[in-house]
């Protein structure tokens, strides 16, 4: 009887996340965008560590509750630009992850230097069925001027995922693109690969 009730509660487990699973799937990009968000914002406000700037938890934070909706590979592939094709599938995986990490400590500082920001959301504007949106932000801060911060979504199997982030009308993704040239021409992939890696505090 007791096997019968532990299999039980797995079965239960398995269908709540199931559902749990298909709810985010189903999720509005301007939504997801919105909860992600909000959900940060509330996290830099009452988490003790974050507040006093506790690095290890703030990045622990960004990995949990802002990497998981990201399209990381996508993202490394549009900064790499035309060069990502002559990478082995090996240099890409490597590329993906120093750039992931690269991209989790920027996030983090910036939750770390959080003060009282707030976020109003546009209204979306995306035709029925699309798989490509654009979810745009307005950041407004006490100690400075309002900033717009734009989120391109793509629709994938699991739900919307980013691939790149607008601040200020300027692109992520293009933002890294000449300086990952300038580095692929002058050592390379392995040289791209071993400026990230330093970069981010590690060795190449």
């Known amino acids: 009887m007791q096997g019968f009730r532990n299999a039980a509660r797995v079965l239960l487990a398995a269908g709540a996340l199931m ?39 703030v990045r622990e934070v960004v990995e949990t509750k802002l990497a998981p909706y990201f399209d990381f590979t ?4 549009l900064a790499v630009g035309r060069n990502w094709k002559t990478a082995t599938p ?43 949106a654009t979810v745009k932000t307005v950041v407004n801060s006490s100690t400075g001027s309002p900033v717009s911060i734009d989120y391109s979504l793509e629709k994938e199997a699991g739900g919307w995922k980013a691939y790149d982030v607008i601040v200020g009308g300027v692109s992520l993704v293009t933002n890294y693109r000449d300086e990952f040239n300038q580095q692929v021409q002058a050592g390379g992939i392995d040289g791209l690969i071993k400026a990230l890696t330093t970069k981010n505090g590690g060795k190449a």
């Open 90 to 132: 090996e240099q890409q995986k490597q590329l993906t992850e120093q750039f992931k990490t690269l991209l989790v400590r920027t996030y983090s500082g910036a939750l770390a230097r959080y003060s009282d920001q707030t976020i109003d959301y546009k209204p979306l504007r995306m035709d029925a069925g699309a798989t490509d």
């Open 74 to 77: 996508r993202m490394t592939a």
């Open 19 to 57: 559902m749990a699973t298909q709810v985010l799937a189903q999720e509005a990009p301007d939504a997801l965008v919105k909860r992600v968000s909000e959900d940060m914002l509330a996290t830099a406000k009452s988490d003790p560590k974050v507040k006093a700037g506790d690095m290890a938890r």
